[in-house]
């Protein structure tokens, strides 16, 4: 928060009540209260199969003014739309030009914008390596799509916050992006709320890009309340896309359905563009070996579904709900979880980076770093050293931001974030120690797990000889064989959650699947350890005026008082906590307690 300048704790209330309204969001849809899954933590005490499917059931079964606004007919309703017939053409026409396509994002949808464009590069990296022909085109085709998050790459591994806040901080990236007349920029804005967004899509605008807005909001509700908002729609040139999939599992959550949609429509858009171009310069023989890259664009929404379908129930369920249990069982006895994989650790580490700020969780620890508060989950590649994992995971050089005082000042920064500028420089990424070497901090306490993904049988020789050398250090190994399953034995101690899908060429399908089913995975253990109440994330970090509001709304709904003397009683938590113990619960959680209240305590 930027309110250390505020010395009372009753000042800095009423400093935000006064004049932060634009940040006041109770009447926005994905702020509230999902009734599919009211009863979660309830419901979960009892049967974890029973939670998790109701967590998935948000994905498929959302209504909203009684009209359905689940994934699949909202994403199918945007695949017939003139605008995402226009944002394929526009990706295809950037290869064939040699332009940029820049997608910009903050927070979740920051972390999987990363994740589109290094599906993206990853796509013509193999391709060259399949038709070495061609190989100069298909590495000239890498970068034509790029990607930021508001508070640059280190935002992948720690919140940056109060970033987002900030319309300029948006439209500063996009300069230092170099973008202009011929470019796209793809602005995931989540659900208009995000301040940094807005300023990214008007400057991109401004400078003569072809702009995508893709919203999941209802518009006249963003309009009435929130002139960020009302600033993107007032420009004709932005191309609107509406992905509004109503109220989130869990209140607030936009990495759950939020995210998932985007990632959906986005990733299907990349995907038939790289169908079109190779249809128009790829032999017959050519296009056989690049194999399946695009499914027909009917498909998407049914294959989505049929995921879900898949996840919420039968061995799959089965499978999360014994994740789900063996995770709550290490963190319930304060122990350590860490995964392990190659080809999927950015989808790994996506979902448990965001554990943080959702739920007030200790960040990823760097490696040199022996003081601070270890990560309950973190995540480790088996083939590569730091250096060369970090860059698997990027598939392009690390941006940080190398913003001065002067900047910062330029910018109208909070004097807050003056005069303690965060250290968001390229180099601060690769102090987060992600490679195979040894980490003695990961088996330091018990209980410990390390747990191999084997995601599509991605688990290879090589990285089950390293998990099975790694595992002798740990207390217990765990492979989590997930999506197509070989015949036979690779572990002794294995869970299954087996899924049946189409491999294209971006990988989308995979993508969301492994999403979907760890999203769940947090989502359903934090619930179950009494970490959600009902299904509000009471154990909220607020690292920005927007989880200010959202952590004064929880407390005002659930001990049934006024939001302006619930926003009181926030700060009041925030003011007298002592910063050692950051992580102790969430200021949502001590305010309830110190009213009188018990977030265990059944819902009436």
């Not at 508001?150 to 439209?171: C, K, Q």
């Not at 909001?217 to 004709?236: G, M, Q, S, T, Y």
């Not at 002592?578 to 001590?590: M, P, W």
């Amino acid at each position: 928060m930027d309110y250390k300048d505020i010395k009372d704790y009753k000042k800095a209330s009423k400093d935000f009540l006064e004049n932060e309204k634009q940040f006041h969001l109770g009447v926005i849809p994905t702020e509230q209260s999902n009734v599919l899954t009211r009863n979660l933590s309830a419901t979960i005490a009892k049967d974890t199969k029973a939670g998790v499917a109701m967590i998935l059931s948000a994905d498929v079964k959302n209504t909203y003014e009684g009209k359905h606004v689940d994934i699949p007919t909202v994403a199918g309703r945007a695949f017939k739309s003139k605008q995402f017939a226009r944002l394929v053409d526009d990706v295809k026409r950037v290869i064939d030009e040699n332009k940029r396509v820049v997608i910009s994002s903050v927070g979740a949808s920051g972390r999987m914008a990363i994740q589109l464009d290094a599906a993206w590069r990853n796509f013509w990296m193999n391709l060259a390596t399949k038709i070495p022909a061609k190989r100069d085109i298909f590495m000239n085709n890498v970068n034509r799509v790029e990607s930021f998050t508001t508070g640059g790459d280190r935002a992948l591994v720690r919140s940056v916050e109060n970033f987002e806040d900030y319309m300029t901080f948006g439209a500063e990236q996009v300069r230092e992006a170099g973008i202009g007349v011929g470019d796209v920029l793809l602005g995931l804005s989540e659900c208009g709320l995000s301040a940094s967004i807005n300023g990214s899509v008007i400057e991109a605008d401004i400078r003569g890009c072809t702009t995508y807005y893709l919203f999941c909001n209802p518009k006249d509700i963003l309009c009435e309340h929130l002139e960020r908002v009302r600033k993107v729609f007032a420009r004709p040139n932005i191309i609107k896309m509406p992905l509004f999939v109503g109220n989130m599992a869990v209140s607030g959550s936009t990495r759950m359905q939020v995210t998932t949609v985007e990632l959906l429509v986005a990733g299907a858009a990349f995907e038939l563009a790289c169908q079109k171009w190779c249809d128009e310069n790829l032999t017959e023989a050519e296009k056989k070996a690049a194999g399946l890259i695009a499914l027909d664009i009917n498909e998407y929404a049914k294959a989505f579904k049929a995921i879900n379908k898949q996840l919420s129930s039968g061995k799959a369920l089965a499978g999360l709900a014994q994740a789900v249990e063996l995770e709550k069982s290490i963190y319930d006895n304060h122990g350590l979880v860490t995964y392990c994989t190659h080809d999927y650790l950015l989808d790994i580490m996506t979902d448990t980076t965001e554990r943080q700020p959702t739920f007030t969780l200790p960040p990823f620890r760097k490696y040199e770093d022996k003081n601070a508060e270890l990560s309950w989950a973190y995540v480790k590649d088996p083939l590569y050293d730091n250096e060369v994992a970090w860059q698997h995971v990027f598939r392009r050089p690390i941006k940080g931001l190398n913003w001065t005082k002067e900047d910062y000042i330029r910018l109208e920064a909070a004097p807050d974030i003056i005069a303690n500028m965060p250290q968001v420089g390229s180099e601060e990424v690769e102090k987060y120690n992600i490679g195979n070497c040894d980490d003695e901090s990961r088996y330091s306490r018990k209980p410990n797990v390390l747990v191999c993904m084997d995601i599509n049988d991605s688990a290879t020789p090589e990285v089950l000889a390293w998990f099975k050398e790694e595992v002798k250090k740990f207390e217990k190994g765990v492979l989590i064989r997930m999506g197509s399953i070989s015949k036979g034995k690779k572990y002794e101690n294995e869970i299954h959650i087996p899924v049946k899908l189409e491999r294209t060429s971006n990988e989308l399908l995979t993508h969301l699947m492994v999403k979907l089913s760890f999203n769940v995975l947090s989502t359903a253990t934090m619930a179950k350890m009494g970490r959600v109440w009902s299904n509000w994330m009471i154990q909220v970090l607020p690292t920005n005026k927007k989880l200010i509001d959202r952590s004064t709304r929880i407390i005002a709904n659930i001990a049934g008082i006024p939001y302006e003397k619930a926003n009181e009683e926030f700060f009041k938590s925030c003011y007298e906590r002592d910063a050692k113990d950051e992580y102790r619960e969430s200021y949502v959680v001590e305010t309830l307690k110190r009213l009188g209240k018990d977030p265990k305590e059944d819902i009436k």
